[in-house]
């Protein structure tokens, strides 16, 4: 839960402040004048959107949204970065070499086996596109999950990635196509010329776009439809009728959903066969979680030390995850503690 004292804008909480203070003020303002009209000093006015590492108090930020007819959501917001401390387990200092990478490889063999198998099995087919549909409830692991399918596209490191929310383009559709002209360097905002321009980009490089909670109220029907039907399917035959081009480069839509909605919820009328609805997440299945813990034994006996104890690290493991309350999420930040990690650490070295 982040807190609501000191706090920092995200790259999307920026860019819609910007987009928003552009609209209103037609590209020309001034802080003088934003500070007159909100009754915020005009040094803070400039701090919020010239330094994105300046924190502010949470009632400004809502404030300056306020005025300018924005929800502040909470991904637009963050809070500061924590000042580095030694950090225990168990009141023990342990030091361990690049951590995140120790825990994120071995976190790579457990659970979303399905998910990813599903995925690979349509990598492997001539033409690579598709949209593929991540779903469950909040906090079950979605944004791993996109990103280790991500890992399987091929020419992922060369790729263009890029991800998006829907909440905040969800009063107007057009707003989400003016994000896209200007990320694939369109000529216009028309759905012509960004076809165009991403089906250019495809021809050099894997392409992968993610839509992030596609399941909000405004988004599920005619919104998400309008994007398949009008945006990726002209694009995907487009790609399929290119005699001339190799194909070995892939086009990827992901959408993601935090509410458990399948297509079918989703309103989308299943009029492609690359429309692909991947296995629902799930909590650990037990058996397949302390034989995981079981198996990494060696990283946690070196981080621990004398404090390592195998018996007690799978049954706390077991218990969170056996907790109504508690999430996939929950399980993997009480794995990543051993680390003197959270499970936010880990998600920040995720590309997408």
Request: aromatic content about 10%; overall charge negative.
């Amino acid at each position: 839960m982040k807190n609501q004292k000191s706090c920092i804008l995200t790259k999307n909480g920026r860019d819609k402040l910007i987009f928003a203070l552009n609209e209103k003020y037609k590209d020309d303002y001034e802080y003088d004048q934003i500070g007159m009209d909100t009754g915020i000093d005009r040094e803070v006015i400039s701090e919020i959107i010239n330094n994105p590492n300046k924190s502010s108090l949470y009632k400004t930020l809502f404030s300056f949204f306020s005025f300018l007819n924005l929800d502040l959501e909470e991904d637009d917001y963050d809070n500061p970065p924590k000042k580095q401390q030694p950090k225990t387990v168990k009141n023990v200092v342990i030091n361990v070499s690049e951590p995140e990478n120790i825990i994120k490889n071995a976190l790579e063999d457990l659970n979303y086996k399905n998910q990813i198998q599903d995925f690979t099995d349509f990598l492997e087919q001539p033409l690579k596109l598709g949209i593929y549909l991540i779903y469950g409830k909040e906090k079950h692991g979605q944004r791993w999950v996109l990103n280790r399918l991500c890992y399987e596209e091929p020419y992922f490191s060369n790729s263009v990635k890029h991800k998006i929310s829907l909440k905040r383009y969800r009063h107007n559709i057009t707003y989400l196509w003016d994000n896209l002209a200007q990320e694939f360097g369109s000529k216009s905002n028309q759905l012509n010329d960004i076809i165009d321009s991403v089906y250019q980009q495809w021809q050099k490089n894997t392409v992968i776009l993610c839509f992030d909670h596609v399941s909000e109220d405004k988004i599920k029907g005619q919104y998400i439809n309008t994007i398949i039907s009008q945006l990726w399917i002209p694009l995907m035959r487009k790609i399929e009728n290119d005699q001339i081009a190799s194909h070995k480069y892939s086009l990827s839509l992901f959408l993601v959903d935090y509410k458990e909605c399948c297509l079918q919820d989703l309103g989308c009328s299943n009029s492609t066969q690359e429309l692909i609805e991947l296995e629902k997440l799930s909590i650990f299945k037990q058996g397949h979680l302390e034989r995981w813990v079981r198996k990494q034994q060696d990283i946690f006996a070196d981080v621990l030390k004398e404090q390592f104890n195998l018996d007690s690290i799978v049954e706390e493991v077991v218990n969170c995850n056996q907790t109504s309350e508690k999430t996939p999420e929950d399980t993997l930040d009480i794995i990543c503690s051993y680390f003197q990690l959270e499970w936010k650490d880990i998600e920040k070295t995720l590309q997408l």
